[in-house]
Structures are given as structure tokens and as C-alpha cells.
């Protein structure tokens, strides 16, 4: 019988200056105020984690336990494993051969949020936290206020007072606290720093703890099985704080070193952002290695509606390490593209997934992929939370 799979977790690393942390302890950011980065005994990890040894194991991210914090006793809804399908219509629309859709709406609580929240709140509980706080746009409330629910701490969502009401009927189901802030999302961050400091909440903000990233970068390895463990040329991925796009970068090197892929390119990484709040693009287009908040963030995808990240300088460097690019796109860009999908190919996107198509539609009009490659477009999550489509009528 082979052993029972467990996590490696060594340390934790600043990924500014690679100062190391034990990861026994809650921690936040480092005091360089650099973003914490989970390392692994991978020699050990490979030792139990091969591509034979994964085919038999629970369709669910924790299939990678080895490379994921908390695998021995997770707070656990059955997240990951979703569809990884031929996009056939969107492929012929955009004259493309082998375009695949990555399908998050079926996550529990509705978007890839739940990867995450599920490995943050594990970590959260296993460390001793007792009450979690932190800012959303809408799904990454929904999915800590569900996992916080499931481990039996308190939460705490700060929300901009115009976040579709869905989000806020779901995350008061689960018994979370809801604090609506005038503003946007950097708004509500302040109030939740606010609170950390006077209530003693950890705060599970994009990028301030180390471990939603890790629930992020199950994708990449989803990708990469799903594909036969092969990794596809070009991943289009629409981008407000970007803990997925760097959770992903960071499975590929992992895998790499895990030796489950051999000798392949990493993929071209396309950050796709609304032109109403595009701190990231503007970054890329003008060569910068951090992103300024952009001023006056405006758009409906509230998920891309993050006028500044903490992980900018990470995005940007996957971006440019991959050869890939970032792009903006409208509003009206982003609706005509959720109806593509819907009516094209059966899925109700996110008006973030809607973005990433639209922004793939200007990278094939740039002519920035070629026909024959393998990409992997991203819905983000269901488009039944945010049902004001511009242009559409209930």
C-alpha cells in the first residue's frame, strides 16, 4: 500500500527578500513588505507524487496534497478538478483550432474563489485564528464566509456599498458579518486593516496571508493534467488583484521541478484588465516593474475593479518572463463577449470571464497567437450573482 500523501511545507519565503518564516505561525506580509511565498520539499514531495499516483486520488485539488498547505486535515467543499473543455464555437468564431474553456462556475459558492479560501481558512484554523476579515468585490466573500462557516470562525466582509445584492444575500446565509464601505475595493481594505489593528482579525486580503495563492495554483496543475501533462501555449486570464495568474506561475515551476512535465515552454501569460481600472496594463505598456493605483476605477466586472495589488511586481514578471502581454477592454467589450459565451457556448460567464474573451479577441486581432495553439481561456465564475448586464434586460 503506498503511503498516504501529506504536505511538504518547509517555509515560508519574502518574495522581495527572500527572508524566511516558520510556517508553524499565522503570519502576514513580511516587514520589507514583500508577499510570502509557501516553499516545499519537493524531492520529498516527488517521492509519493508522480503523474500514476495522482490518477487514482479524489477528484478534488487536494489530489496534490503534497504541494498544498494544510492537505492532512482540510476545510474542504470538494473545490477543484473543473471542466477543462473545447471552446468548438468560440474557436471557429475566432478562427482559432484549439481553444479550451476553464470552467470555474461550478466551484462551490460559484467561482475559482473557492480554491483559495479553502486552503487560507485551513491554514487559518489550524493556526489558531478565531476571527477573519477581509475586502471583496463579491466572490471572494462568498467563498470565506462559506469555508469560515465550515470551520467555525467568525467573519468579517467589507464590500463597496454597490456590490450586486446576490453577493450580500449569500455571504449574510453563511452567518458572515457585512460592513458596506463607500468606494471601491481599496476602501474597504483600509477598514479592514483598520480592524486587524484595534480587533485582532487576521486579515485574509489578496496577497496579505500566504495561502490563498496556493489554493490559486491548483490550476496550473489542473491544467497541466487535464492536458496530459502537457502545459498549454497560452493562458488569456482576466486580472483585478492576480493571485491566480501568480499562483500558476508558480505550479508551473514546481511542476517542472517535479519532473510531472519535461522539456515543454512554460505559457505565454495574457493578463486581461477593464479599461475602466487597468493599473496592470498601464504598467506593462509603459515597462514598469510596479503598477500605480489607478485613480477613479470604474467598471461592472467588480472582480477587475482593483485599483492596486500588492502582487503587481509578481504579475508583471510572469507576464514578461512568459512573453505574454496584458490588454484592456470595455465595458460594452465585456457584455457582448458574456453573451458569446452564453449563447455560443452554454455557459453563463462572469463579467470577468466575459473579459477575458473580449481581450482574447484583441490579441488574436493583433495577431498576438497563432491559429494552432493550445489556449486556455478563463471563466472566472457563474454570471448569476452579477445579472446587470449592460445592454440586457432581465
Not at 475602466?276 to 470604474?298: E, F, I, K, N, Q
Amino acid at each position: 500500500m503506498s503511503p498516504e500523501p501529506r504536505s511538504t511545507l518547509d517555509a515560508l519565503q519574502c518574495a522581495l527578500c527572500q527572508a524566511n518564516f516558520d510556517p508553524a505561525a499565522l503570519h502576514a506580509t513580511c516587514a520589507c513588505g514583500g508577499v510570502l511565498l509557501a516553499r516545499y520539499r519537493l524531492e520529498e514531495a516527488a517521492r509519493t507524487l508522480s503523474r500514476a499516483s495522482i490518477r487514482d486520488r479524489e477528484a478534488s485539488q487536494w489530489r496534490y496534497a503534497e504541494v498544498l498547505p494544510g492537505s492532512e486535515d482540510p476545510v474542504t467543499l470538494g473545490e477543484g478538478m473543473t471542466p477543462l473543455r473545447p471552446a468548438r464555437f468560440l474557436a471557429r468564431s475566432l478562427g482559432l483550432e484549439r481553444l479550451y474553456v476553464k470552467d470555474e462556475s461550478i466551484q462551490p459558492t460559484g467561482s475559482f474563489k473557492a480554491r483559495g479560501m479553502a486552503t487560507a481558512v485551513t491554514m487559518a484554523r489550524k493556526l489558531g485564528a478565531k476571527r477573519l476579515a477581509l475586502p471583496s468585490a463579491g466572490n471572494a466573500g462568498s467563498a470565506a464566509a462559506a469555508y469560515g462557516a465550515l470551520a467555525g470562525l467568525a467573519v468579517d466582509l467589507f464590500l463597496p456599498v454597490d456590490t450586486p445584492a446576490p453577493f450580500l444575500l449569500e455571504a449574510r446565509a453563511y452567518g458572515a458579518e457585512v460592513h458596506l464601505v463607500a468606494g471601491d475595493i481599496s476602501h474597504c481594505g483600509v477598514r479592514v486593516r483598520e480592524g486587524v489593528a484595534s480587533e485582532g482579525w487576521f486579515d485574509l486580503s489578496t496577497f496579505r496571508e500566504p495561502y490563498r495563492l496556493e489554493g490559486k495554483k491548483t490550476l496550473g496543475y489542473e491544467i497541466a493534467e487535464q492536458l496530459g501533462w502537457e502545459l498549454p501555449e497560452v493562458i488569456v486570464y482576466p486580472t483585478g488583484g492576480g493571485t491566480g495568474l501568480v499562483g500558476m506561475w508558480k505550479a508551473f515551476e514546481e511542476i517542472e521541478r517535479l519532473e510531472l512535465v519535461r522539456g515543454a515552454r512554460r505559457p505565454r501569460m495574457i493578463v486581461v484588465q477593464a479599461a475602466g481600472c487597468a493599473p496592470l496594463v498601464r504598467a506593462h505598456d509603459s515597462g514598469a516593474s510596479r503598477a500605480a493605483a489607478w485613480d477613479d476605477p470604474h467598471t461592472y466586472a467588480g472582480g477587475l475593479r482593483v485599483p492596486a495589488t500588492l502582487g503587481d511586481h509578481l504579475v508583471l514578471h510572469a507576464v514578461r518572463d512568459s512573453g505574454g502581454t496584458a490588454v484592456a477592454v470595455s465595458d460594452a467589450e465585456i457584455a457582448g463577449a458574456q453573451l458569446e459565451f452564453a449563447r455560443g457556448e452554454g455557459v453563463f460567464a462572469c463579467p470577468e470571464g466575459g473579459a477575458a474573451l473580449a481581450g482574447l479577441r484583441r490579441v488574436v486581432a493583433s495577431r498576438g497567437v497563432d491559429r494552432g495553439e493550445r489556449i486556455v481561456l478563463f471563466n472566472t465564475g457563474t454570471g448569476l450573482k452579477c445579472p446587470d448586464i449592460p445592454g440586457l434586460r432581465a
